[in-house]
């Protein structure tokens, strides 16, 4: 069963929009008028065709194709989705995807659908192979991310070494300088990408190196060009650092200058500070990164959680699961 809206100015103009697309077997799920303008979810079940009935079976009716508690639930979950900005192929994706599961329960329909779609990989927290890069477009949280990653490595003891490539801007490094100093962590400043392997050389005994670098434009060919490199060179593993509540679109075009680069995974910020997470499922999506850890604080002592598919369906439909809890007697 594939699902699909059509807008159109008058319900006759989004009908035949349906069939242009669907073809006359389409089934009318749901009409909805929206800012002057007509929304018409439609379903084709291209799904193959069920054994004839025996000829006492009652008829098969096209509108009992969906049933209506399902209808909800699918609703309920395009509904979240468009408040939070997601792109429309990627609902779709998820709606497509999300019908393979248990639908009486939208949240978890919607984790397994985030799970199937997406890569969930938190950093590691002891011993690393490769050193993990924070790269990112100026200001996305990357330096307050190395000092919480640098904290929670602190406290359990793992010999950590910082490395920083953002040495240009005033006050780039005393504002990282000032983290590692009470982590009694060492910090090491590198004036440009050409020093960072012998850098690491220098570090080679750090159960994980951490690298901060300064922002880069996404748009500017040239910086992500030799970023690109220096990733490759050192073999870092690259982590994309972007904020919640950013424009989809941007996001994503933001995501795939830094994959380009090599970035793999996605750290997301600011997650206290936002309402609407379609930037980050957009950019995981276009740029195809893992997910992996997320903050909610600007305070250092507050430390990155790692992000997994139901924390993720938690946030985008929090209403439901307070049903869920309603319905089982559970608190969250
Ligand atoms: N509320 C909140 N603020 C955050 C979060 N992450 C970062 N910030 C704030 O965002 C601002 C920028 O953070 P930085 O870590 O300096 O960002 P950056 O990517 O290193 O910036 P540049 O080095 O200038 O490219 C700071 O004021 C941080 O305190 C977060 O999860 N929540
Ligand atoms: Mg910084």
């Known amino acids: 069963m594939r699902l699909k809206s059509f807008t ?40 193959p065709l069920p054994p004839a009935p025996p000829p006492t079976a009652t008829p098969y009716f096209e509108d009992e194709a969906l049933e209506p508690e399902s209808q909800d639930a699918i609703d309920q979950v395009v509904q979240a989705l468009e408040h939070h900005s997601v792109p429309r192929d990627l609902i779709e994706h998820l709606t497509d995807t999300l019908q393979a599961f248990d639908l009486e329960q939208p949240i978890l329909a919607l984790g397994a659908a985030l799970d199937a779609t997406f890569s969930f990989q938190p950093l590691p927290e002891g011993r690393a192979e490769r050193p993990i890069m924070l790269v990112g477009p100026p200001g996305a949280g990357k330096t307050l991310s190395i000092a919480k990653l640098a904290t929670r490595l602190a406290l359990k003891g793992q010999p950590v070494s910082v490395i920083t ?23 090491l400043e590198v004036e440009d990408f050409g020093a960072l392997p012998d850098a690491l050389s220098v570090r080679k005994d750090a159960q994980q190196i951490l690298i901060d670098t300064a922002g880069q434009n996404p748009y500017d060919p040239q910086a992500l060009g030799q970023l690109g490199r220096t990733i490759k060179q050192i073999k870092a593993e690259a982590v994309l650092v972007l904020p919640a509540g950013l424009d989809a679109a941007e996001s994503a075009e933001v995501a795939t200058a830094f994959a380009a680069a090599g970035a793999s995974r996605l750290l997301a910020t600011r997650l206290d500070m936002a309402r609407r997470l379609g930037s980050l499922l957009a950019a995981a999506w276009r740029g195809r990164l893992r997910f992996c850890d997320a903050g909610a604080s600007s305070s250092v002592t507050v430390p990155l959680a790692p992000l997994n598919p139901m924390a993720l369906a938690r946030m985008l439909l929090p209403e439901s699961e307070q049903k869920v809890n309603a319905q089982t007697g559970t608190h969250s």
Request: zero cysteines.
């Open 165 to 187: 490539t953002d040495t240009d801007r005033a006050g780039g490094i005393e504002q990282l300088a000032a983290f590692t100093r009470l982590l009694k962590v060492d910090l």
């Open 8 to 47: 159109a100015k008058t319900l006759s103009d989004a009908m035949a929009e349906v069939r242009k697309a669907l073809g006359e077997n389409a089934i009318i799920v749901a009409t909805r008028e929206e800012g002057g303008e007509v929304r018409v979810t439609a379903a084709l079940d291209d799904s």
